[in-house]
């Protein structure tokens, strides 16, 4: 992969680690600046149900990682493929059920990377 590719897959793994820390651990905290219209009384609530959304983008971000430390290059290749298109599969939902923002800020990286990885 090249470096520009890395960089990318590095920032969508990096974006999906700090959706993990703020889904499982800043719900009730970060999440009322960042959610301002969701009702304040449900995050309490919502609680278990964001940590367990956390726990899947950690699942993300565990694979892009894992793409840094293949050797086999097309192995490396294709593992890549599939986490990317995960996230942008995860965006492209969540943009037309929750925010379109979603699309921008987590599907669109992906996407560019997945671009690139196949030039």
């Known amino acids: ?14 974006l999906h680690l700090f959706f993990l820390y703020f889904e499982m651990f800043a719900w009730d905290t970060l999440g009322r600046k960042v959610f301002r219209n969701f009702p304040k009384d449900l995050f309490e609530p919502t609680k278990s149900m964001a940590a367990n959304q956390g726990l899947y983008n950690g699942f993300l971000a565990a694979g892009l990682i894992w793409t840094f430390f293949i050797e086999d290059t097309t192995w490396q290749f294709y593992i890549a493929i599939f986490f990317l298109s995960c996230v942008i599969i995860a965006g492209i939902y969540g943009a037309f059920t929750v925010s379109k923002k979603i699309f921008f800020v987590q599907a669109m990286p992906a996407l560019l990377a997945l671009i690139l990885l196949h030039l």
């Open 1 to 14: 992969m090249g470096l520009i590719i890395k960089i990318l897959i590095g920032f969508v793994a990096a």
